[in-house]
């Protein structure tokens, strides 16, 4: 099928290695808990480019990202490998904490061709 042909070429390319923070939820003392913290594939393009944010205002982001995965609008993303990341960061829980890690503030999914569920994802950040 012509579908699991484009996501394999998709898989393929997507050979960077991105540490992934779900939205975090609020702890009851002003901060954020992020219960998701992952190591993905992406292909990462720092290419600035003008989206609408959630709040339906325009805003420049800093990089589209190809991801497989299903992400959280508001989510985080920091361009490496988790093990660097703990090695680096003391703090690699919290990415606000993070030097070089960015809010997710727009993502577009487009349906591949004749196909209802697998879909080219990007995410801008």
């Known amino acids: 099928m012509a579908t699991t042909g484009i996501l394999k070429f998709l898989n393929s390319i997507c050979v960077q290695s991105a540490v992934y923070w779900g939205d975090g939820m609020k702890d009851g003392y002003g901060g954020e808990v992020f219960s998701i913290i992952k190591q993905i594939n992406c292909r990462w393009e720092d290419k600035m480019e003008i989206v609408v944010n959630k709040d339906a205002e325009q805003v420049t982001s800093k990089a589209k990202i190809l991801v497989m995965d299903d992400l959280d609008l508001g989510g985080w993303l920091w361009l490496g490998s988790l093990a660097d990341l703990q090695a680096m960061n003391s703090n690699w829980q919290d990415p606000k904490q993070v030097e ?11 349906p591949l061709f004749k196909a209802t569920n697998a879909f080219v994802k990007y995410v801008y950040v």
């Open 100 to 110: 070089n890690a960015f809010r997710i503030i727009n993502i577009e999914k487009t």
